[in-house]
């Protein structure tokens, strides 16, 4: 997070475009979530564990394509940052939670990789949503 925090503070005090973006930080409460038994629910074992979301928020006036093009490659250099001390180990599971996900991560990094997981929230999304009018960026489908 240091380094990802190290690259936030280079764009946004070397370009004035970018200097009203901001790096949030959010931990919340793990008692509630914890004493659920995680069959009991969708919600991914990789999620169950996480506890600290690193939400850096890049903000510009305008829709100039360059400077989307650049909060895009300098977003994917603090993500690759924060994943790097991640402790993953190379597996390739790495998780978005899902309100601050981008859009182009796969299916498995936002609802859990476990495939009968992905089938339960399926078979609810046709259940509660059969019309798919609730459906945001990596919507389960």
Partial sequence: ??????????LTTTDPVFNTSAFILE????????????????????????????????WWDGDDAGNREKAMEV???MEEAVRSGSGDGGEGHHHAYVNYAVGDE???EVYGFDEGRLERLRKLKGEYDPKGR???????L
């Fill in 1 to 10: 997070m240091r380094k990802a925090f190290g690259i936030f503070a280079e």
């Fill in 27 to 58: 931990s919340y409460g793990r008692h509630g979530v914890r004493a659920i038994p995680p069959g009991a629910n969708a919600v991914a074992p990789e999620e169950r564990s996480l506890h600290l979301l690193c939400s850096p928020l890049l």
């Fill in 75 to 77: 977003g994917k250099r």
């Fill in 106 to 108: 796969p299916l498995g």
């Fill in 134 to 140: 609730f459906g945001f960026y990596n919507p389960i």
